[in-house]
């Protein structure tokens, strides 16, 4: 019975091989079960049928049903640019329909003279109504639809998938597939469950995801459907913690020695903070218990997680084991080298570096270096999952900045190892512990709370463009005082060109402006050579350059103790975690230091929300907690999906905190009481687990 919806989707009625295999390419959509997990992501008002004058530009409307008359029909342009049109006419108003395809099919249907329900997306054309393949229904079939409510789903789509199915085609799919499926749905909660937190059976909530019954019942069905997705994980995490803390195969760690000592003792060049002691004792914990760490780092922007993972790796070498640790860019991984190397001058510590752009002699030295187990510490960016890369020894990897990789590249540096690494994942971006795990796996968690002292807070001001020369007069007085500035410009792939002429223009206008010979303006962003970045940045780091003009490349990481103004041009562009990335650049010295966001006059009211939340606060935690608020659900799903752990089609585990909280427990109680969950009544629940077991073989929840 369950395997109904395992069934080829081409089979269904209105499918078929040729719209199959387009439905798995384009949607990843090839059983029943995929297309029934195939929810709409928004619900429109059938019963509602709009008087053509209504349907306007200003009204904004994305998709609206009219009732009208056809007057007429007409055919335009030639070969692929043919178009087929039919004239609409209610009591209030005229509208053009078009075809650009499929016109043999609508030819032959439409009838001058009969009255339809019309449904599709309105455009206008110089204020005129016009609506490219809408879908056509003869007034009484409109009357006898499936759903109750009038609420019908629009799903998910391509384009491709769109102009094959027309308006209304995934929609005619899904009901033909929940006509076929309807009984033989079995539900994977034992019944206990479902009474126990008040979920409504399976069958019902595909039947009222797809076709509400009423707007509770749509609620209901949403709440099921998100239960079960965040069950499926919670049960995978906490299995998969059990057997961790069960195998017990973890490096350990037990000596605190010379290398260690001598760098706390001789090295340091300050006292560590409260925090950074804290944690490094919590990683001292992890590595001498035998199991193997998973830890998450979370501590904002210049709060030194850095130093805390160079400690950490010591503490691995002090053991005989190599260390490993993997930066986004380039520029960062080449700035962790250079940070290390300088504190660790003079001990007896092998360091090597290793990144898409080495040299064949930098690449010769670290690939036969930590083969040969004689460099103790390897540095690099994605290079270093390669699969030549091959460890004597690894004991302990650290992945800085870790929402910038993807599950799959953490994973692999994972399996390096046969018996696994301990891992230190590092991030500025804060978010609470259940989350973390849905995100990234089974984890620990330990926070730096606490900025190293000295510190002052970073003015943050927002200036439209009108305040140009006000700015530059700033940047003057800020550098006459021996202090650099970062002038930084947004860099989005599909505006890439445009981009890149903005920040070509924007260095030379700063160049024209600073024509004094003691000022030297420097470029860095993604196109140029990799030994052509390096030397801008060398260039600025030892403050031969006052000016440095980039893209957000230096987002992450990049530390330039003297450099105290950040300007960011079109902050517009950037989401708030990204400018509060990019204002952590400044403010890494004893110096007042200043953010200063540019922006046009028009602002759409997310944008100004953002920009003053910036100017309000300088921690990280409130901003991220407001950027939640202030996107909307789809996008952030969107956003954390690319790295997340497993595939979500409806929950949202930043949004659905609740419901997070609820399975979490459940599945700790389910465990507890059959932690193989082999019960007859338990098969179910298996198979949901097994279900949301993560993205590919690899089991993730041990790398992050
Ligand atoms: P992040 O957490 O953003 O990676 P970094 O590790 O780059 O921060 O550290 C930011 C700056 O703070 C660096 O210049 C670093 O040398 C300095 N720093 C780190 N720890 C301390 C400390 N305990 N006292 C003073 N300065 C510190
Ligand atoms: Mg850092």
């Known amino acids: 019975m369950e395997n109904y919806l395992d069934n080829d989707i081409q089979f269904v009625a209105g499918v078929g091989e040729a719209r199959a295999k387009v439905l798995d390419r384009e949607l990843g959509i090839r059983t029943v079960g995929d297309l029934l997990t195939h929810y709409p992501f928004r619900y429109i008002d059938r019963t509602r049928i709009y008087p053509v004058a209504e349907i306007t ?3 904004g409307l994305s998709y609206v049903q ?7 029909i007409a055919y335009a342009g030639e070969g692929r640019r043919r178009r087929f049109m039919a004239y609409a006419q209610d009591a209030t108003g005229q509208a053009e329909l078009v075809w650009f395809h499929s016109i043999k099919w609508i030819e032959k249907r439409i009838e001058v003279g009969r009255e339809y329900i019309v449904f599709g997306r309105p455009a206008f054309y110089r204020g005129a109504l016009q609506m490219a393949h809408p879908e056509l229904e003869s007034v009484e079939q409109a009357l006898s639809r499936k759903s109750e409510s009038g609420m019908q789903g629009i799903y998910p789509s391509t384009e491709k998938v769109s102009n094959l199915l027309g308006a209304k085609g995934m929609y005619q799919i899904v009901c033909n597939a929940w006509a076929q499926a309807r009984d033989r749905i079995a539900d994977p909660l034992p019944e206990a469950l479902r009474t126990q937190y008040g979920l409504m059976p399976l069958r019902e909530a595909y039947r009222n995801i797809h076709f509400p019954q009423s707007q509770e019942g749509l609620r209901q069905a949403q709440y099921r459907l998100k239960f079960d997705e965040l ?9 998969r913690r059990t057997d961790r803390l069960a195998k017990s195969n973890g490096f350990l760690f037990p000596r605190v020695g010379g290398v260690f000592n001598t760098f706390y003792n001789e090295k340091l060049p300050f006292p560590l903070t409260g925090a950074q002691k804290r944690v490094i004792r919590e990683i001292r914990q992890d590595t001498v218990t035998g199991y193997q760490m998973n830890r998450l780092l979370q501590g904002d922007v210049g709060s030194g997680k850095t130093l805390v993972a160079l400690m950490s790796m010591l503490l691995a070498v002090d053991n005989g084991f190599q260390a490993c640790m993997m930066a986004p860019t380039e520029i960062l991984a080449r700035q962790h080298v250079a940070t290390i ?3 660790l001058d003079g001990m007896p510590v092998r360091v090597a570096v290793l990144t898409g752009s080495s040299k064949a002699r930098e690449r010769r030295e670290a690939l036969e270096g930590i083969a040969s187990g004689e460099v103790d510490i390897l540095v690099g960016t994605h290079a270093l999952i390669e699969d030549r890369v091959q460890f004597a020894n690894l004991g302990f990897v650290v992945i800085d900045e870790q929402h910038r990789f993807g599950v799959e590249q953490r994973a692999r540096l994972w399996t390096k190892n046969a018996q696994p690494p301990h891992i230190l994942v590092m991030t500025a971006t804060p978010i609470p512990r259940t989350l973390a795990m849905t995100l990234y796996g089974d984890l620990d968690v330990s926070v730096i709370d606490e900025l190293p002292p000295g510190r002052r807070p970073i003015r ?3 200036y439209t463009d009108a305040a140009r020369m006000r700015l530059f007069g700033f940047m003057r007085q800020e550098i006459a005082k021996g202090r650099q500035v970062y002038v930084v410009y947004p860099l989005i ?5 445009m981009d890149y002429k903005d920040l070509t223009d924007g260095y030379e206008a700063i160049s024209r402006d600073f024509p004094l010979p003691e000022y030297v303006t420097t470029i860095c962003h993604g196109k140029m050579k990799p030994a052509d970045k390096e030397e801008s940045m060398r260039q600025f780091k030892s403050g031969e350059a006052q000016i440095m003009v980039a893209t957000s490349v230096i987002e992450v990481g990049v530390d330039v103790p003297n450099a105290t103004v950040m300007v960011i041009e079109s902050a517009e562009r950037f989401g708030l975690s990204q400018l509060h990335q990019l204002r ?3 403010g890494r010295g004893g110096e007042q230091s200043y953010c200063i966001l540019m922006s046009g006059e028009k602002l759409s009211k997310e944008s100004r929300a953002r920009l003053a939340a910036m100017c309000e606060t300088n921690d990280g935690f409130r901003l991220a907690e407001l950027d939640l608020k202030l996107r909307g659900s789809g996008d952030i799903n969107g956003t954390l999906q690319s790295g997340m752990a497993f595939d979500l089609k409806i929950a949202n ?3 659905d905190t609740q419901i997070l909280a609820v399975t979490r427990e459940a599945a700790t109680a389910l465990l507890a009481a059959d932690p193989a969950l082999a019960a007859p009544e338990h098969r179910g629940l298996d198979r949901l687990r097994r279900r949301y077991s993560g993205r590919d073989e690899i089991d993730f929840s041990r790398i992050s």
């Open 584 to 586: 952590g650049r400044v």
């Open 66 to 72: 009219f009732r009208a008359r056809i007057t007429g």
């Open 493 to 497: 792939q599909e505006s890439e060109a």
């Open 57 to 59: 530009e200003a009204a």
């Open 460 to 462: 943050t001001v927002h």
């Open 653 to 655: 585990p930043t949004l």
């Open 231 to 239: 069950l499926g994980i919670q049960l995978n995490i906490q299995q």
């Open 341 to 343: 190397r300088r504190m």
